[in-house]
């Protein structure tokens, strides 16, 4: 699969840091089928609640089926695509990263599985559900308070700790998170998460692994749906955004902290990943920003 051929939906022109609308019975792709039905990727965690009905969904080439009462969670980068939906109703949701406790990202990203879906009994339906409307509720209020980006947030967060709960419990009951291949996929997660300024390349996590780089790359393939290379570029190029939102440093500066001698290699990635120079990226979420 082809990722750079693929539409990217950015959030960045959205208010508050995320889109929510109710899922309704007409949430269905027609003929005339809008891009948003075509395999694609947002730059944003999407939360797809489904109350009642059925939906298919591709996500990164595995199938999704929801039922009534279960939530799927879809990961920034994540290629997915709506195939069917028959008599829907339920929440769809898409939220900036950023509002995220890194704690509980840290959870959902290093799951061992493409597909974060979640059969949900009827206190976790009844919670979630309350929780999306409140969201969606804050969200359209016309006479804002002045804390409502940070009620907005925590309420935002309380979805997400509930989800890390539901997956940690799930991998609990589960033997797969004792195999060897979802050991290395943690352990691979989590050196990333330290080494990413000075390891750029799959073979360096591979040595202190103690595996071939073959192995790894394969393992990481098929545990999560993306090659070794696109987390740890996601990775370096997450904490870039992060430096070019809130810092004052130059992209030059920026480069040199996250390791690239050759900065303007770092421009150039940085454009490939995010459709983007870093300067244009600079300038557009501090416009957003400075007009909310």
């Not at 070794?228 to 990775?235: H, N």
Request: glycine content about 6%; proline content about 3%.
């Amino acid at each position: 699969m082809i990722r750079e051929k693929l539409h990217l939906f950015e959030l960045a022109a959205s208010h508050y840091g995320l889109i929510i609308s109710p899922m309704l019975a007409s949430y269905v792709p027609l003929d005339n089928v809008p891009t948003a039905f075509d395999l694609h990727r947002n730059d944003s965690y999407g939360i797809f609640l489904l109350k009642s009905g059925e939906v298919k969904m591709l996500v990164e080439g595995y199938e999704a089926v929801m039922e009534g009462s279960s939530l799927l969670l879809v990961q920034p980068g994540q290629v997915h695509q709506c195939v069917e939906s028959i008599n829907v109703s339920g929440w769809v949701m898409f939220v900036d990263a950023k509002n995220i406790d890194t704690k509980v990202r840290a959870i959902t990203e290093q799951s061992v599985e493409a597909i974060a879906l979640f059969e949900l009994n009827s206190d976790e339906l009844l919670f979630t559900d309350q929780l999306l409307n409140a969201i969606y509720q804050a969200s359209e209020d016309r006479t804002p308070g002045p804390f409502q980006m940070q009620m907005l947030h925590a309420l935002i967060n309380g979805l997400f700790y509930q989800a890390a709960h539901m997956h940690l419990k799930r991998e609990s009951t589960t033997e797969s998170t004792d195999t060897r291949p979802a050991q290395i996929v943690q352990e691979f997660k989590s050196l990333i998460k330290v080494h990413f300024k000075n390891l750029k390349r799959p073979a360096a996590y591979a040595g202190l692994l103690h595996l071939s780089v073959s192995h790894l790359n394969d393992t990481i393939k098929s545990r999560t749906g993306y090659s070794a290379t696109y987390l740890l570029q996601q990775e370096i190029i997450g904490d870039a955004q992060k430096q070019l939102i809130y810092s004052a440093k130059t992209v030059k500066e920026i480069a040199y902290n996250l390791g690239y001698v050759d900065y303007k290699y770092f421009i150039r990635l940085f454009t490939k990943i995010v459709g983007q120079s870093p300067s244009v990226f600079r300038n557009t979420r501090k416009s957003i920003l400075g007009n909310k």
